[in-house]
């Protein structure tokens, strides 16, 4: 696979239109359902920034039978020309492998599977420009890391797992890749170790959800509303998007899950 930049450098954005059926995605906690359209929204600012980015965004259909189905990220890892078909660990979200796997045939002539028992949600996965690390948490599981990092050791790409933190649904919810040595992260995050070789920035407190971001390319996209978290991003000189989450974390989503992003 093409390795400058790997874990930012994109062409190419795969996303999913929300389904009606979103205000009964999953969420550990229930404040409230998130209003369909005004989440649809959101998704349109998203799209028009990948695309303002640069990427080619290729747009599926909803499905309703999946109400979590726009997030896309969970069933598939791209790993250059190899998808990896992961297997959710939420039951409601399984079948969503099946019906992404043929949309990907155009863009990846190579793909692999994680089996059963195992399971592994894209959201665990943190792609850096050394490594793959694989969270384990209450979506991902260990014989779900081990098949994933022999697939990754099969593409000579190194893979190590660690504890996602306690309190968030998967490792993504608690950092980002900001560059080829930097990571964004909570401070619980930082202050494990798990990324002690990085150069890490911690999200300023009370600004946790912001450490979902993503670096497409130039620019770093962040959730809307925290300032401070923005402004030592300006700081740092990266060229921050600010859009709106505030549906989508409903369901304890934020900006990384809603899009494959991969290099063609
Ligand atoms: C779920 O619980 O699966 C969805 N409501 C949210 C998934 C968010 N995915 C992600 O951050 N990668």
Same mark, same amino acid.
């Given at each position: 696979?093409?390795?400058? =930049?790997?874990?930012?450098?994109?062409?190419?954005?795969?996303?999913?239109? *929300? %389904?009606?059926?979103?205000?009964?995605?999953?969420?550990?906690?229930?404040?409230?359902?998130?209003?369909?359209?005004?989440?649809?929204?959101?998704?349109? /600012? @998203?799209? =028009?920034?990948?695309?303002? %980015?640069?990427? =080619?965004?290729?747009?599926?259909?909803?499905?309703?039978?999946?109400?979590? #189905?726009?997030?896309?990220?969970?069933?598939?890892? $791209?790993?250059?020309?190899? %998808?990896?078909?992961?297997?959710?660990?939420?039951?409601? +979200?399984?079948?969503?492998?099946?019906?992404?796997?043929?949309?990907?045939?155009?863009?990846?002539?190579?793909?692999?599977?994680?089996?059963? *028992?195992?399971?592994?949600?894209?959201?665990?996965?943190?792609?850096?420009? /050394?490594?793959?690390?694989?969270?384990?948490?209450?979506? !991902?599981?260990?014989?779900?890391? /081990?098949?994933?990092?022999?697939?990754?050791?099969?593409? &000579?790409?190194?893979?190590?797992?660690? =504890?996602?933190?306690? &309190?968030?649904?998967?490792?993504?919810?608690? $950092?980002?890749?900001?560059?080829?040595?930097?990571?964004?992260?909570?401070?619980?995050?930082?202050? #494990? &170790?798990?990324?002690?070789?990085? /150069? $890490?920035?911690?999200?300023?407190?009370?600004?946790?959800?912001?450490?979902?971001?993503? +670096?497409?390319?130039?620019?770093?996209?962040? #959730?809307?509303?925290?300032?401070? !978290?923005?402004?030592?991003?300006?700081?740092?000189? @990266?060229?921050?998007?600010?859009?709106?989450?505030?549906?989508?974390?409903?369901?304890?989503?934020?900006?990384? $899950?809603?899009?494959?992003?991969?290099?063609?």
């Amino acid at each position: 696979m093409p390795t400058a =930049a790997r874990s930012y450098r994109f062409t190419d954005a795969l996303v999913r239109m *929300p %389904a009606k059926s979103v205000a009964q995605g999953l969420r550990a906690v229930d404040i409230g359902a998130p209003d369909p359209d005004a989440l649809a929204r959101e998704h349109a /600012r @998203y799209l =028009a920034a990948l695309d303002a %980015a640069g990427l =080619a965004v290729h747009v599926l259909p909803p499905l309703e039978d999946f109400p979590d #189905s726009v997030f896309v990220e969970d069933p598939v890892l $791209c790993l250059g020309d190899l %998808a990896v078909l992961l297997r959710p660990g939420a039951p409601s +979200r399984l079948g969503e492998v099946g019906a992404i796997e043929p949309e990907l045939e155009p863009f990846f002539p190579e793909r692999a599977r994680i089996d059963a *028992p195992g399971f592994v949600d894209g959201g665990d996965l943190l792609l850096t420009e /050394r490594e793959l690390v694989i969270g384990l948490s209450l979506r !991902t599981d260990a014989e779900g890391a /081990r098949q994933l990092a022999e697939t990754a050791a099969g593409r &000579g790409l190194s893979a190590r797992q660690a =504890a996602a933190p306690a &309190g968030v649904l998967h490792l993504k919810s608690a $950092c980002a890749v900001l560059d080829e040595e930097t990571l964004l992260m909570t401070r619980p995050l930082a202050e #494990s &170790g798990v990324f002690s070789d990085y /150069r $890490c920035l911690v999200v300023p407190d009370g600004e946790d959800y912001a450490a979902n971001a993503v +670096r497409v390319n130039d620019v770093l996209l962040l #959730s809307e509303g925290y300032p401070r !978290t923005a402004q030592m991003l300006a700081q740092a000189d @990266y060229r921050v998007v600010a859009l709106p989450t505030t549906e989508v974390r409903k369901l304890d989503a934020g900006l990384s $899950c809603m899009s494959l992003r991969f290099a063609r």
